[in-house]
């Protein structure tokens, strides 16, 4: 059961929010990005071909400062 509260709770820990074509993603405070994704080829790297329809845990690493999406395909950044 989604509440008001669990949802404040998701969007105070979200940095960047990028969004293309087929994919959805955002970028939280903490290094994770997410994502709303089309997963036909694979191009996640998930073991499920399968369309992600629920936020899906997609990187995860501290030294992620932003995310961008270009057409089909989004991107990452780190820091040093």
Not at 18 to 27: E, Q
Not at 47 to 56: F, G, V
Request: hydrophobic fraction near 35%; charged fraction near 30%.
């Amino acid at each position: 059961h989604i509440t008001w509260d669990l949802v404040m709770k998701t969007i105070e820990k979200i940095k960047q929010i990028a969004c293309g074509f087929a994919h959805t993603v955002y970028l939280r405070k903490d290094g994770e990005v997410w994502g709303f994704v089309r997963n036909k080829d694979s191009e996640f790297g998930l073991e499920s071909k399968e369309n992600q329809r629920y936020p899906t845990l997609l990187f995860k690493d501290p030294l992620i400062s932003h995310i961008f999406h270009r057409e089909q395909s989004p991107f990452v950044l780190k820091t040093k």
